[in-house]
């Protein structure tokens, strides 16, 4: 029997705020990708964008129809499936940009990475909220984590794409830490990280030395690794208090920018709105965040409250590096902007992962 509570407690504010950020996005990136061409037709990725913001909404509506609670028992062979993919991504992924990152399915072409932020989560909150305890996890309860995290860190790291996978333990820490860990685990994990900084220096590639050497000094090379962090900041700093005007961004307009569309949006919105247009995309993501935290909070179910939890860290860390990446206050890392960024696996699993709060939101008051 269909429960009317799941109607009455549908959480149309938060829908509005995501479809209030879609629509702010897709504003950004028209201007992103049409300034200084010819208006007399639609951009073919302004039109590719939209095509996937209706296809992501209409998953996210989808994903309200099964309780949340069954991707509990379903943890385990979500994770299998999104680590299958990224094997298969290493044996037949397209190239593009010198990495393999991208998965020819017909006539759709997916990111497999994207997706399996989705499965971390999903498989953390399952096996955290069966092994939580007041005193805190332990070493010998965070090896199945561990593996969790480990496993598809190295298979996207091998595409190459370190800023997915180093986002991907960023949101496991997360997690880890909302649910408690003992001290002594906590400070002994601490320093086994800082311990192996000098060693994974060692293991990067060449490009992805200069891009945190650029990051330090961007001046070192300001016509080759510094151009995208310098003409960024040349474009924030030009918008001023309220910018130079939708479509009348000269370092966008003149293809100073790279990669407008997708890693450096913000740096468009900040050049055509300024500083009051930049506050108003930040408001709106800082009541998405509390909205999600709040429904973390709010659910009775630990498996649930876990994955809420685990599914904000997730937009908050997007949102914090490439917010902090295009002001050059973090490397350049590829991670793109929720909502607002040109990609299509990155909108529809923002969508999955805001359908799954709203999922969440919607049964809070089941404790099973």
């Known amino acids: 029997m269909f429960d009317r509570r799941l109607i009455e407690n549908f959480d149309w504010g938060f829908l509005i705020l995501i479809l209030m950020i879609g629509s702010v996005g897709l504003v950004i990136l028209y201007s992103a990708v049409s300034a200084g061409q010819d208006l007399s037709g639609v951009h073919v990725l302004f039109t ?14 989808m994903t309200l ?7 509990d028992k379903l943890s385990i062979f979500i994770f299998i499936f999104c680590v299958g993919l990224l094997v298969s991504v290493l044996l037949f992924g397209r190239m593009g940009g010198g990495s393999r990152r991208w998965l020819a399915l017909g006539f759709v072409t997916i990111q497999p990475s994207e997706l399996m932020k989705i499965a971390l989560i999903i498989s ?5 909220s069966n092994s939580v305890s007041e005193t805190g996890l332990t070493f010998r309860k965070l090896i199945k984590p561990g ?18 996978g180093l986002l991907l333990l960023l949101i496991a820490g997360s997690i880890t830490l909302f649910v408690k860990v003992e001290k002594k685990v906590l400070f002994s994990l601490s320093g086994i990280c800082l311990a192996a900084v ?5 293991t990067l590639k060449e490009y992805q030395k200069n891009r945190i050497l650029t990051f330090l000094n961007p001046d070192r090379d300001p016509m080759g690794a510094g151009w995208h962090i310098i003409q960024s900041k040349i474009a924030i700093g030009s918008g001023m208090l309220t910018g130079r005007g939708f479509l009348k961004g000269t370092q966008n307009a003149l293809s100073f920018l790279p990669e407008q569309h997708t890693d450096f949006i913000v740096s468009v919105l900040a050049e055509e709105w300024g500083f009051v247009g930049c506050s108003v995309l930040l408001i709106l993501y800082f009541f998405l965040l509390f909205w999600g935290l709040n429904i973390a909070y709010g659910c009775r179910n630990l498996f649930g409250s876990i ?3 685990g599914l904000t860290a997730m937009i908050f860390w997007q949102i914090f590096i490439n917010i902090g990446m295009v002001m050059g206050l973090m490397p350049v890392v590829g991670v793109p902007l929720p909502l607002v960024s040109y990609g299509g696996s990155s909108v529809v699993t923002n969508m999955v992962a805001f359908g799954i709060l709203l999922n969440i939101s919607m049964r809070k008051f089941s404790s099973n």
Request: proline share 6%; glycine share 4%; net charge neutral.
């Open 147 to 164: 593996i969790f995290c480990i496993l598809p860190f190295i298979l996207i790291v091998k595409q190459p794409d370190l800023g997915t």
């Open 198 to 202: 000098p060693l994974v220096w060692f």
């Open 65 to 71: 129809v099964i309780d949340f609670r069954e991707l």
């Open 124 to 128: 953390l909150a399952s096996v955290y």
């Open 307 to 309: 994955l809420a939890f």
């Open 48 to 61: 590719k964008q939209v095509i996937w913001m209706c296809a992501g909404l209409c998953i996210m509506l």
